[in-house]
């Protein structure tokens, strides 16, 4: 059975720091894109990041480049999301999600399998 | 930069109803289209891929249609366990969800 399950939310002041993590089971981790996608209270789905199989290759959404990090240890079975200079709109539960990535040669690769979420809430 | 556009953000319907939910893109997506549902508290799940792959375990009622910019998930007769909200979401250059159908009691 696929599970992911995430941990390290929290309350974290406007300005600090927070690293969420993934840990996986179930399924080859090393072999799926990974995402970490977000929702804010009482509003949609955000995607947020994305990263690569052998972590070669990351993407994120223009709202967080420069202060978000994803990555990986495949050997841990494990994704993370390192988050610095929070603000109060990064406020959200945030979801590890398997998959998330199109290749023209591929097709694409939906978010098959999610997390239960972490809520992470940026306040003073 | 690509916008998805879904219609209705909410409507109400009763258990039997045909309930339709469309998702326009504001450029062409090909069939690179999927769709979720969300109960309160809970995760996402995947119904929808390929703009109308029908996911492993999900009921036939639910289907979906479409390609380019116009898409549509179709529930041919809504039942108690399908109120919740419905988001689409495209995969042209990074993933990017729609805003959200809620479906209601009527």
């Known amino acids: 059975e696929v599970q992911l399950v995430e941990s390290g939310g929290g309350l974290v002041q406007p300005g600090g720091s927070l690293r969420l993590s993934c840990a996986a089971s179930?399924?080859?981790?090393?072999?799926?894109?990974m995402s970490w996608v977000r929702q804010a209270p009482g509003k949609g789905l955000e995607w947020v990041a994305n990263?690569?199989?052998?972590?070669?290759?990351?993407y994120y959404v223009d709202s967080v480049k420069g202060r978000f990090t994803i990555s990986r240890d495949n050997a841990k079975n494990s994704l993370y999301l390192q988050m610095n200079s929070l603000r109060a709109e990064d406020t959200a539960v945030y979801y590890c999600a398997r998959g998330g990535h199109y290749d023209i040669l591929t097709g694409t690769d939906p978010f098959d399998y999610w997390g239960q979420g972490t809520l992470v809430t940026v306040s003073s | 930069a690509i916008q998805l556009t879904q219609s209705p953000s909410s409507l109400s319907a009763s258990v039997g109803d045909r309930v339709t939910i469309t998702c326009r893109a504001s450029q062409g997506i090909s069939s690179a289209l999927a769709w979720y549902q969300q109960k309160p508290g809970k995760a996402p799940k995947l119904l929808i891929y390929?703009?109308?792959s029908l996911e492993s375990g999900v009921p036939s009622r639910f289907s979906g249609s479409g390609s380019g910019t116009d898409f549509t998930l179709t529930i041919s007769s809504l039942q108690p366990e399908d109120f919740a909200t419905y988001y689409c979401?495209?995969?042209?250059?990074?993933?990017?969800f729609g805003g959200g159908t809620k479906v209601e009691i009527k």
């Open positions: 979401q495209q995969f042209n250059s990074y993933p990017l």
């Open positions: 990263i690569k199989q052998d972590g070669s290759e990351k």
């Open positions: 390929d703009a109308s």
């Open positions: 179930g399924f080859t981790f090393s072999s799926y894109w």
